[in-house]
């Protein structure tokens, strides 16, 4: 069955020096009116018109260690504005997309049923996808995945319903390669692969990039989430003994694959690993420091990034983890956008979501959101700049410049020992 939360808080608006001890408890009684397309009376209050938006973020599956603090993250700007000056009212309801395509898109559903125009969602871009083409565009509703990577989603033909605060993976896989090739001096390399768009798409984007270095590519091996073993697949992979091995996964494979391979392997070759496996717990689960682990990570370098960390840590007494910053800076585009559309029309809102984000216009961003909401009430122009980058969205719904965090594993969790940094051109 698929779980959901419904939130609702009243916004207002505050300066900027007031909103970072604003991190409080989201109340409400849980339900939807249908929302108003009222669109205020210009003076920066909405009239108490409601904004709704839908989380849909894996808390429970193969993705929900890291899915939890996304979500948290997510619904963390309507947390921060609940005490503010702006009369707008939030109705945000959260579903689970349980890590799995079908869950997500009964989830994804009942949100566009329920009249929600916009989500911030999904996670795993095999949920993703599949909520785009079957539920998302047809129904005419927004979707901004902080974390989904797929370089298939820039090519979507999506109406540009579909955008993404987090970067596609034909970026990572260079990283990954220029990393194995320069730091590490691979010249041969396998994959081991979550059999997924994310963990399909990531191993071609590093083979792809990896030969174009000279590098050479000793087995492609897919593997299927949460099984019992996986050491006859990582013999498969480390036959050839190749220098290097990329993973690709989640954590609660992640798990497994790791004590597998401690268990029946010498652990003398590097092993990089990608976003999906940035989880702090995982040495302490495998009970090993996994000090041979490298891994790559889209980094949270935004303008804003410091204001949000605080936020987060004010409010859920943890540090922001991985696609965290980015499933911050995407709810808070959409409600932007909502509030410059004027109603609760996806459509209208995704018309409206490059104009509150790219440049031109006032900088506003997690520091000032509730005083950035009044103003774009108000017909101001404002460019929002984020926690997790400046979010410029292009053409295709991506990101315009990202940064990536080269990390190991250390006693203290994570340990971000380098960053690369990729800008669109023209």
């Given at each position: 069955m698929v779980s959901h939360t419904n939130r609702r808080t009243v916004l207002k608006s505050v300066g900027v020096a007031g909103v970072a001890g604003l991190a409080g408890c989201l109340g409400g009684d849980g339900g939807s009116n249908g929302g108003s397309s009222d669109?205020?009376?210009?003076d920066g209050s909405g009239d108490g018109r409601e904004l709704m938006i839908g989380v849909l973020q894996p808390t429970t599956g193969d993705l929900g260690d890291l899915g939890g603090p996304i979500r948290d993250a997510a619904v963390l700007p309507a947390t921060q504005l609940e005490d503010s000056d702006v009369s707008f009212t939030i109705d945000l309801q959260e579903e689970d997309s349980q890590t799995d395509p079908e869950a997500g898109l009964s989830a994804a559903q009942a949100l566009a049923d329920g009249g929600y125009p916009a989500i911030t969602g999904a996670a795993a871009s095999s949920v993703t996808i599949p909520v785009a083409q079957q539920v998302a565009v047809?129904?005419?509703?927004?979707?901004?995945?902080?974390?989904s990577t797929a370089p298939e989603i820039t090519e979507m033909d999506d109406d540009d319903f579909l955008f993404r605060t987090a970067p596609s993976d034909a970026l990572q896989g260079e990283v990954m390669a220029q990393v194995g090739a320069e730091d590490f001096d691979f010249s041969s390399a396998a994959t081991f692969h979550l059999n997924n768009d994310y963990g399909q798409q990531l191993s071609e984007s590093f083979v792809s990039a990896f030969e174009e270095l000279g590098g050479s590519v000793t087995a492609e091996v897919a593997f299927e989430a949460e099984q019992p073993s996986y050491t006859s697949l990582l013999q498969d992979a480390l036959g050839d003994d190749p220098d290097g091995m990329i993973v690709i996964?989640?954590?609660?494979?992640?798990?497994?694959?790791?004590r597998d391979y401690y268990a029946d392997f010498d652990g003398e070759e590097t092993i990089m690993v990608t976003d999906g496996l940035r989880e702090p717990s995982l040495p302490g689960n495998v009970d090993n420091p996994m000090e041979n682990v490298v891994g790559t990570a889209p980094l949270a370098a935004g303008p804003d990034q410091d204001h949000f960390a605080n936020l987060f840590e004010e409010e859920y007494g943890s540090a922001p983890g991985v696609f965290t910053a980015q499933a911050y800076d995407a709810t808070a585009v959409l409600l932007l956008a909502n509030v410059a559309a004027g109603e609760n029309d996806g459509t209208a809102i995704r018309d409206n979501l490059r104009t509150v984000a790219n440049p031109e216009g006032e900088e506003v961003g997690p520091s000032n959101l509730g005083e950035a909401m009044g103003m774009v009430a108000?017909?101001?122009?404002?460019?929002?700049?984020?926690?997790s980058s400046a979010v410029d969205f292009d053409d295709n719904g991506d990101m315009q410049a990202v940064t990536y965090e080269i990390f190991e594993f250390s006693e203290e969790g994570i340990e971000t020992t380098d960053t690369v940094e990729f800008e669109a051109e023209g």
């Open positions: 669109n205020g009376s210009g047809p129904n005419g509703v927004v979707m901004c995945s902080p974390a996964g989640y954590p609660a494979s992640g798990e497994q694959i790791f108000d017909g101001e122009e404002v460019n929002y700049q984020g926690a």
